[in-house]
Nanobody
Framework: QVHLVESGGGLVQPGGSLRLSCAASGSIFSTDVMGWYRQAPGKQRELVAHITHGGNINYADSVKGRFTISRDNVNTLYLQMNSLKPEDTGVYYC?????????????WGQGTQVTVSS
């Protein structure tokens, strides 16, 4: 099992910054991918960024150059968000994937709200 807890969301003005954190516990060393997704009201959940165990990173086109995903060597995943726009508003979820013999298992945090508004 992998347990994920997000923090760092809040209300910020356009152009501002926020840093999200995801504290992971459990079998985190067996995961191969961790990342961030977001869901805006009335829209589907979408990928923001992910990082593989080997350090490969992928960003959604809408956040490239503004967001940075990183992780420490222990158990925390981060998302630094700069130059925030109103369209970045949504619930941000931490994600982890663990390979199994039959495929993989996915784990999600409870989400943290990010609101970008003046």
């Amino acid at each position: 099992q992998v347990h994920l807890v997000e923090s760092g969301g809040g209300l910020v003005q356009p152009g501002g910054s926020l840093r999200l954190s995801c504290a992971a516990s459990g079998s985190i060393f067996s995961t191969d991918v961790m990342g961030w997704y977001r869901q805006a009201p009335g829209k589907q959940r979408e990928l923001v960024a992910h990082i593989t165990h080997g350090g490969n990173i992928n960003y959604a086109d809408s956040v490239k150059g503004r967001f940075t995903i990183s992780r420490d060597n222990v158990n925390t995943l981060y998302l630094q968000m700069n130059s925030l726009k109103p369209e970045d508003t949504g619930v941000y979820y931490c994600y982890a994937r663990r390979p199994t013999s039959g495929g993989f298992l996915e784990y999600w945090g409870q989400g943290t709200q990010v609101t970008v508004s003046s």
